[in-house]
């Protein structure tokens, strides 16, 4: 970055008022007059001795006036650098004289040049907003995406944040909000509601953020009342849950009880996880006596299915919707020892059940790629950035995980 080769002129005025001045005349910024410097002109130093530039009107005294000094907080200080003419408050005027001087020092129209770098525009600034980082699941989609970052640098910029449970909805929104004032280029969120994230999202694109929903489906009829379009990069929970019980399936006789340990209440992915397991049981003719949710957590649904294990003595097997629920689940046969007694299936594939899939423990989950999720909704936030067109759908892969596919 080249500065002018114009010598210009900066006086910064103090004026002695707490705060910031306001505009007015005397701070603006004027180009360079005639007798500010005197160039290598017919001879002559550039470093000849230059003529004062006008008083400000704070300094001038009426003709027939004596001039009084003026008070330590009040006086003005005129400093020369090249540059512009500002007025600032006293006690500022260092510090401010400072950083213009180490700023014209490095070059102060790379400065003035907002959103720009040295050698080029900046990258494009994605956020990724996800749920529980408690969840292995979320910790391994956020690693994935900071991978796929440092193996693309010089394509956008991450910013991954998540939420201390699965139900801390308020903390999402705030952070949706945070990135709205940061002025990200798009979101990428995985909603710990489908519901409830949809009006600040809507925000977000009103405000010229590209949105990408991953994961958890927003809910469409909120969707069409907030009049948004966010597409929706994630599996097909439904036909997943399908498959792990169409796989538990065959290994019961009509009229089993089960039991379903369901997500949070409402939750798009949660209801097309259930409605799968649904599917596959009704076709084998399997009888569900009860439906609980654990809230996607380990603890909550160890909490539900202890007494489940009580109510229903001779149940045959349990369809967790995640895997931190199978643990749960787990936890709970064990205490009331059951092991080996009851078939459990999850959904995510983490690394915590495969041990427990390897020994038979867990019969079965499902594997959505966690860590390349966030990668397909990143991937298609930065084709939105660049082409602007009409939002579509993506699907993304989904496979059914036994002790025989398990990567030890």
């Known amino acids: 970055m080249v500065l002018p080769r114009t010598p210009l002129c900066i006086n910064i005025v103090a004026d002695g008022r707490a705060g910031c001045p306001q505009p007015a005349a005397r701070g603006a910024v004027r180009s360079p007059r005639p007798g500010d410097f005197r160039g290598n002109q017919g001879g002559k130093s550039a470093s000849s001795p230059r003529p004062s530039p006008p008083l400000p009107a704070e300094e001038r005294v009426p003709e027939g006036r004596e001039r009084r000094p003026l008070s330590s907080r009040s006086r003005l200080t005129r400093h020369r650098v090249r540059g512009f003419s500002l007025t600032l408050p006293a006690r500022c005027t260092c510090r401010i004289l400072a950083l213009v001087t180490t700023l014209l020092g490095v070059g102060l129209l ?43 640098a ?21 952070l ?15 909603p710990a509601d489908s519901k409830a994230l949809v009006p600040v999202c809507r925000k977000a694109q009103q405000a010229g953020i590209v949105v990408v929903n991953i994961d ?35 290994r019961l006789h009509p009229g089993d009880p089960v039991a379903i340990i369901e997500g949070i209440p409402g939750a798009f992915n949660a209801i ?9 049981l009704h076709a084998a003719g399997a009888r569900i006596v009860s439906v ?32 931190s629920m199978a643990l749960g689940a787990v936890a709970a046969l064990r205490a009331a ?14 690394t915590a059940v495969h041990q427990l899939l390897q020994d038979g423990t867990i019969l079965a989950t499902v594997d959505q790629h966690g860590d390349q999720l966030a990668v397909y909704g990143i991937e298609y936030a930065l084709e939105m950035l660049q082409h602007k067109g009409t939002p579509a759908d993506r699907e993304t892969p989904v496979d059914l995980i036994t002790a025989n596919t398990v990567t030890p």
């Open 110 to 152: 790379a400065v003035l040049s907002t959103g720009c770098r040295a050698n080029g525009p900046r990258p494009p600034r994605i956020a990724l907003i996800m749920k529980s980082l408690a969840n292995e699941f979320f910790l391994t989609m956020e690693q994935g995406a900071r991978a796929h970052q440092q193996a693309h």
């Open 216 to 250: 958890n489906r927003f809910d469409q009829a909120v969707l069409a009342d907030q009049h948004a379009t966010i597409p929706f990069v994630g599996p097909d929970n439904r036909k997943g849950a399908r498959e792990v019980g169409e796989y538990l399936a065959k």
């Open 154 to 174: 010089s394509a956008y910029e991450l910013i991954a944040n998540g939420t201390k449970d699965e139900q801390d909805i308020n903390k999402q929104i705030d």
């Open 337 to 350: 020892g059951k092991v080996g007694k009851v078939l459990v299936v999850g959904f995510d594939n983490i």
């Open 272 to 280: 097309q996880r259930r409605l799968g397991f649904e599917d596959a």
């Open 176 to 190: 949706v909000e945070q990135m709205i004032a940061e002025r990200v280029d798009a979101i990428v969120i995985a």
């Open 292 to 323: 609980q949710s654990g809230y996607w957590e380990t603890d909550k649904a160890n909490q539900v299915v202890a007494p489940l294990l009580t109510e229903h003595p001779d149940l045959k097997a349990l369809l967790c919707s995640n895997d």
